[in-house]
C-alpha cells in the first residue's frame, strides 16, 4: 500500500470517530437529564416497567431496580384501574397524541398517591414500541385545593347564616348579598342582583357623601366604618352601621365587601339621650345667663358665637362617640359584675396559700376598689366632655360644605377675579391688591371648591396686613400644573406656627374671630384635587400661598366630592 493510500484510509477513519463523538455525547447528555430530572419518566412495553429514572421511583417509595422490569400492575391499585386507564390511553396514543390525566399510583407501602400523568407512544404506527411517561406528584396541590375546597364551603356557611347583612358590590352594582342583607332591605330572592348600590340609600347627596367619604380609606386597602340611615325597599329607613373593605387591596376598583349592622335600637337610645341633652342645655343655659354676669359681655358673645357654628357639623361623629361611651359604661358595670361574682365564689372555697397571695398581690396592684369608684366618675365627666364639644362655633358649617359643585374644565383666572370682587368688602381699607395673572389652559376642578381656597387665602392676606398693605395674586403654568399664588407683606408667620398651621382647630387670632379650620380645609380641597399648597413665610415681611393643581385633574384613586370610586 503506498503512503498515498494509507494517509487517505487514516483520513476516513478519524473523520468516522469525530462523526461519532457528537452522538455519544448526546446519549450522555439524554442520559444524565433522564437520570436527573426533576419530574418522573419511564418507559413500558407490554405491560411491563423497561426503564424509570430515581425521582419515578422515589415518588412511590422504590428505588429504580425494584421496578425495572416489574409488571406496571405493581404501581396500579388494582387490575381494573389499570385497564381502564390503559383503555383510555390507548385512543389517544392510536392517533399519535398526548394522554394526559390525574390519577391515583399505589405507594410501596400500600398508600396511594395522586399523580399527573402525560403519555406518549415512541412509535405511532407500531405501539409495541412502546411508551414514555411523565410523572408528576400532586398529593400535596390536591391536599391544598381541599384545603380550599372546605374553606369555601366555611365561608359559604358564614355568609349564609351571619347575623349582619353582608353585600358585595363591583361596578357600583349589587353583585351578590346573604338571607341577612335580603331581610334588611326587604329583597325577595336574587331580585336585588344587578341593581344599582343607590337604591341602598334615602338620596342620591347621602350615597354621593358615603362614596366621598369612603374613597380615601378604600383606595388604599383600608377599612371603611360609617354610620347612617339607609332605606328599605319599602321606602322606610333605618340607621345602619356599615363596614366596606376591598375585596383586592391591589385593585380597589375590582370591588367591595360591605357588612351592615341594623343600629335602629342604639340611635332611638341615641335620639332620647339627646332630648335630655336638650333638657340639661336648657338648664344650662339658665346658669349660663347668671354667671355671665361675671365675665366681660364681649368675650362671652364671641364664645357664643364660636360654640353655636361647630355643633351642627360634629354632630354625627360626637352623637356616636356618645353612643360608644355610653355602651362602655354599660360593658365596664358588667365587668364590675362579674369580678364581684369571682370575689364572692373565691370568698366560699379555700384556695391555697401561694394562690391567696397571688391573688391579693393582684387586687392590690389593680386597685380594684379605686377602679370601682373611679371608673363611673371618668365616663361621666367623659359624656360631659362630649356635650361641651357640641358648642363650636357655625363658621364651621360654612367652611365644610366643598362638595356642593360639580367638576369641569374652569378658568383658574376668572375663579380670582370672582373670589376677589367677593371679598373686595372685607378688603377695603385694609390693603391693595395687585393682579399678575398669567395665561392658563382650562383646569379640569371643582370651581367651588377651589374659590372657596381661595377666599379663604385672601382673608387671611387681609387680616395679616392690617391697614395700608399690599397683596399680590398670581398666577401662571409649570408643565402639567397650574398654579395660583397669594402674596402679602404682613406680619409673617413664625418658623415654629409654621409646621402648625394646617392643623385642626389652630388659629393664633383671638377667641370668636377664628376656628382654626379655614387653613385646614383648604389644605383638604387641594389634597383632593391631587394638588399641593405650599407655604413661605418671613416674620415681618409678609406670607406666600401658592395652590399647585394638575390641569388635567386629579387621578382616578382621587377621593371627588362628584365622584366617589367606591360606595355600595
Same mark, same amino acid.
Given at each position: 500500500?503506498?503512503?498515498?493510500?494509507?494517509?487517505?484510509?487514516?483520513? /476516513?477513519?478519524?473523520?468516522?470517530?469525530?462523526?461519532?463523538?457528537?452522538?455519544?455525547?448526546?446519549?450522555?447528555?439524554?442520559?444524565?437529564?433522564?437520570?436527573?430530572?426533576?419530574?418522573?419518566?419511564?418507559?413500558?412495553?407490554?405491560?411491563?416497567?423497561?426503564?424509570?429514572? &430515581?425521582?419515578?421511583?422515589?415518588?412511590?417509595?422504590?428505588?429504580? *431496580?425494584?421496578?425495572?422490569?416489574?409488571?406496571?400492575?405493581?404501581?396500579?391499585?388494582?387490575?381494573?384501574?389499570?385497564?381502564?386507564?390503559? =383503555?383510555?390511553?390507548?385512543?389517544?396514543?392510536?392517533?399519535?397524541?398526548?394522554?394526559?390525566?390525574?390519577?391515583?399510583?399505589?405507594?410501596?407501602?400500600?398508600?396511594?398517591?395522586?399523580?399527573? +400523568?402525560?403519555?406518549?407512544?415512541?412509535?405511532?404506527?407500531?405501539?409495541?414500541?412502546?411508551?414514555?411517561?411523565?410523572?408528576?406528584?400532586?398529593?400535596?396541590?390536591?391536599? +391544598?385545593?381541599?384545603?380550599?375546597?372546605?374553606?369555601?364551603?366555611?365561608?359559604?356557611?358564614?355568609?349564609?347564616?351571619?347575623? +349582619?347583612?353582608? @353585600?358585595?358590590?363591583? &361596578?357600583?352594582?349589587?353583585?351578590?348579598?346573604?338571607?341577612?342583607?335580603?331581610?334588611?332591605? #326587604?329583597?325577595?330572592?336574587?331580585?336585588?342582583? #344587578?341593581?344599582?348600590?343607590?337604591?341602598?340609600?334615602?338620596?342620591?347627596?347621602?350615597?354621593?357623601? %358615603? #362614596?366621598?367619604?369612603?374613597?380615601?380609606?378604600?383606595?388604599?386597602?383600608?377599612?371603611?366604618?360609617?354610620?347612617?340611615?339607609?332605606?328599605?325597599?319599602?321606602?322606610?329607613?333605618?340607621?345602619?352601621?356599615?363596614?366596606?373593605?376591598? /375585596?383586592?387591596?391591589?385593585?380597589?376598583?375590582?370591588?367591595?365587601?360591605?357588612? +351592615?349592622?341594623?343600629?335602629?335600637?342604639?340611635?332611638?337610645?341615641?335620639?332620647?339621650?339627646?332630648?335630655?341633652?336638650?333638657?340639661?342645655? &336648657?338648664?344650662?343655659?339658665? @346658669?349660663?345667663?347668671?354667671?355671665?354676669?361675671?365675665?366681660?359681655?364681649?368675650?362671652?358673645?364671641?364664645?357664643?358665637?364660636?360654640?353655636?357654628?361647630?355643633?351642627?357639623?360634629?354632630?354625627?361623629?360626637?352623637?356616636?362617640?356618645?353612643?360608644?361611651?355610653?355602651?362602655?359604661?354599660?360593658?365596664?358595670?358588667?365587668?364590675?359584675?362579674? @369580678?364581684?361574682?369571682?370575689?364572692?365564689?373565691?370568698?366560699?372555697?379555700?384556695?391555697?396559700?401561694?394562690?391567696?397571695?397571688?391573688?391579693?398581690?393582684?387586687?392590690?396592684?389593680?386597685?380594684?376598689?379605686?377602679?370601682?369608684?373611679?371608673?363611673?366618675?371618668?365616663?361621666?365627666?367623659?359624656?360631659?366632655?362630649?356635650?361641651?364639644?357640641?358648642?363650636? %362655633?357655625?363658621?364651621?358649617?360654612?367652611?365644610?360644605? %366643598?362638595?356642593?359643585?360639580?367638576?369641569?374644565?374652569?378658568? =383658574?383666572?376668572?375663579?380670582?377675579?370672582?373670589?376677589?370682587?367677593?371679598?373686595?368688602?372685607?378688603?377695603?381699607?385694609?390693603? *391693595?391688591? /395687585?393682579?399678575?395673572?398669567?395665561?392658563?389652559?382650562?383646569?379640569?376642578?371643582?370651581?367651588?371648591?377651589?374659590?372657596?381656597?381661595?377666599?379663604?387665602?385672601?382673608?387671611?392676606?387681609?387680616?395679616?396686613?392690617?391697614?395700608?398693605?399690599?397683596?399680590?395674586?398670581?398666577?401662571?403654568?409649570?408643565?402639567?400644573?397650574?398654579?395660583?399664588?397669594?402674596?402679602?407683606?404682613?406680619?409673617?408667620?413664625?418658623?415654629?406656627?409654621?409646621?402648625?398651621?394646617?392643623?385642626?382647630?389652630?388659629?393664633?387670632?383671638?377667641?370668636?374671630?377664628?376656628? #382654626?379650620?379655614?387653613?385646614?380645609?383648604?389644605?383638604?380641597?387641594?389634597?383632593?384635587?391631587?394638588?399641593?399648597?405650599?407655604?413661605?413665610?418671613?416674620?415681618?415681611?409678609?406670607?406666600?400661598?401658592?395652590?399647585?393643581?394638575?390641569?388635567?385633574?386629579?387621578?382616578?384613586?382621587?377621593?371627588?366630592?362628584?365622584?366617589?370610586?367606591?360606595?355600595?
Amino acid at each position: 500500500m503506498s503512503d498515498t493510500t494509507r494517509d487517505t484510509k487514516n483520513a /476516513a477513519t478519524d473523520a468516522s470517530v469525530e462523526t461519532l463523538q457528537p452522538t455519544d455525547h448526546a446519549l450522555l447528555e439524554w442520559e444524565a437529564i433522564f437520570d436527573n430530572a426533576a419530574v418522573g419518566i419511564s418507559f413500558t412495553r407490554g405491560g411491563a416497567i423497561l426503564r424509570c429514572n &430515581a425521582r419515578a421511583a422515589a415518588i412511590l417509595g422504590y428505588v429504580p *431496580q425494584e421496578l425495572v422490569g416489574a409488571s406496571v400492575l405493581v404501581i396500579h391499585p388494582s387490575r381494573d384501574s389499570y385497564e381502564r386507564m390503559n =383503555l383510555e390511553a390507548a385512543r389517544t396514543l392510536a392517533t399519535g397524541g398526548t394522554f394526559e390525566t390525574n390519577c391515583q399510583f399505589k405507594h410501596k407501602d400500600g398508600s396511594l398517591v395522586w399523580c399527573r +400523568v402525560c403519555a406518549k407512544g415512541v412509535n405511532r404506527e407500531r405501539r409495541e414500541r412502546g411508551t414514555v411517561w411523565i410523572i408528576e406528584d400532586i398529593s400535596t396541590a390536591r391536599a +391544598v385545593q381541599e384545603q380550599l375546597r372546605g374553606t369555601l364551603r366555611e365561608f359559604q356557611a358564614l355568609f349564609s347564616n351571619a347575623s +349582619v347583612g353582608i @353585600l358585595y358590590t363591583s &361596578a357600583r352594582k349589587i353583585q351578590r348579598f346573604n338571607p341577612r342583607f335580603a331581610e334588611m332591605f #326587604g329583597f325577595t330572592g336574587d331580585d336585588g342582583i #344587578g341593581q344599582p348600590g343607590r337604591i341602598l340609600y334615602r338620596s342620591d347627596e347621602e350615597y354621593a357623601e %358615603v #362614596g366621598r367619604l369612603a374613597g380615601p380609606s378604600l383606595s388604599q386597602g383600608k377599612p371603611f366604618r360609617h354610620e347612617l340611615y339607609m332605606r328599605h325597599q319599602n321606602g322606610g329607613d333605618f340607621w345602619a352601621n356599615l363596614i366596606g373593605y376591598v /375585596a383586592d387591596p391591589q385593585d380597589p376598583m375590582r370591588g367591595t365587601w360591605w357588612i +351592615v349592622e341594623d343600629r335602629s335600637a342604639f340611635k332611638q337610645a341615641e335620639q332620647a339621650l339627646q332630648r335630655n341633652y336638650g333638657e340639661l342645655k &336648657a338648664a344650662h343655659e339658665q @346658669l349660663a345667663t347668671a354667671h355671665a354676669q361675671l365675665l366681660h359681655a364681649e368675650k362671652m358673645a364671641s364664645i357664643g358665637q364660636l360654640a353655636a357654628g361647630v355643633a351642627h357639623e360634629i354632630n354625627n361623629p360626637i352623637g356616636f362617640i356618645t353612643s360608644n361611651v355610653g355602651s362602655l359604661g354599660r360593658y365596664i358595670g358588667d365587668l364590675f359584675s362579674l @369580678l364581684s361574682a369571682y370575689e364572692r365564689a373565691v370568698a366560699q372555697v379555700s384556695l391555697p396559700a401561694q394562690a391567696e397571695r397571688e391573688i391579693a398581690a393582684a387586687r392590690e396592684a389593680a386597685d380594684i376598689d379605686y377602679l370601682r369608684e373611679d371608673a363611673p366618675d371618668l365616663l361621666r365627666e367623659s359624656l360631659e366632655g362630649l356635650d361641651r364639644v357640641r358648642r363650636i %362655633v357655625q363658621d364651621l358649617k360654612d367652611f365644610s360644605r %366643598v362638595n356642593e359643585s360639580e367638576w369641569q374644565m374652569a378658568d =383658574l383666572n376668572a375663579g380670582v377675579q370672582s373670589t376677589l370682587n367677593m371679598a373686595s368688602s372685607e378688603l377695603r381699607g385694609k390693603a *391693595q391688591v /395687585a393682579l399678575a395673572l398669567g395665561e392658563l389652559p382650562l383646569v379640569h376642578c371643582n370651581p367651588g371648591q377651589i374659590n372657596q381656597v381661595l377666599m379663604n387665602l385672601l382673608l387671611n392676606a387681609g387680616q395679616a396686613v392690617g391697614r395700608e398693605g399690599a397683596i399680590t395674586i398670581r398666577s401662571g403654568l409649570d408643565g402639567e400644573w397650574a398654579w395660583v399664588e397669594v402674596e402679602d407683606n404682613g406680619c409673617g408667620i413664625a418658623p415654629d406656627i409654621q409646621a402648625r398651621i394646617f392643623d385642626p382647630f389652630f388659629t393664633t387670632k383671638p377667641v370668636g374671630q377664628g376656628t #382654626g379650620l379655614g387653613l385646614t380645609i383648604a389644605y383638604g380641597i387641594v389634597n383632593r384635587h391631587g394638588g399641593r399648597l405650599d407655604v413661605r413665610s418671613t416674620p415681618g415681611a409678609g406670607s406666600s400661598f401658592r395652590i399647585w393643581l394638575p390641569v388635567a385633574g386629579a387621578a382616578p384613586t382621587s377621593s371627588r366630592g362628584s365622584a366617589p370610586i367606591a360606595s355600595p
